[in-house]
Nanobody
Framework: QVQLVESGGGLVQAGGPLRLSCAAS????????MAWYRQAPGKQRELVAA???????NYADSVKGRFTISRDNAKNTVYLQMNSLKREDTAVYYC???????????WGKGTQVTVSS
């Protein structure tokens, strides 16, 4: 059972930066994919960015060039650096871990990001 705890959310002005962190309860080197999703009110949860254990990254078109996902295996933590934030980035951001060996997905409880104009 992988436990994930997100942090770093908050209120930020449009155009500003924010960095989210996702701390895992076990060595993330053994986790095949870690990802950030977000869900805005009235909308479906969507993938924002993902990173594999090998360091390959993938981004939603809406955040390419503005967001960067990274992982620190020594700290069992994945980060999402968000720059040039827009009002439409307002959402609850969730961290997810996928372990291929078990086929299981694990989710954090989420952190709120609110971008004001």
């Amino acid at each position: 059972q992988v436990q994930l705890v997100e942090s770093g959310g908050g209120l930020v002005q449009a155009g500003g930066p924010l960095r989210l962190s996702c701390a895992a309860s076990e060595n993330i080197y053994s986790i095949n994919v870690m990802a950030w999703y977000r869900q805005a009110p009235g909308k479906q949860r969507e993938l924002v960015a993902a990173i594999t254990s090998g360091g390959t990254t993938n981004y939603a078109d809406s955040v390419k060039g503005r967001f960067t996902i990274s992982r620190d295996n020594a700290k069992n933590t994945v980060y999402l650096q968000m720059n040039s934030l827009k009002r439409e980035d307002t959402a609850v951001y969730y961290c997810k871990a996928y372990v291929a060996g078990t086929g299981m997905n694990y989710w954090g409880k989420g952190t709120q990001v609110t971008v004001s104009s």
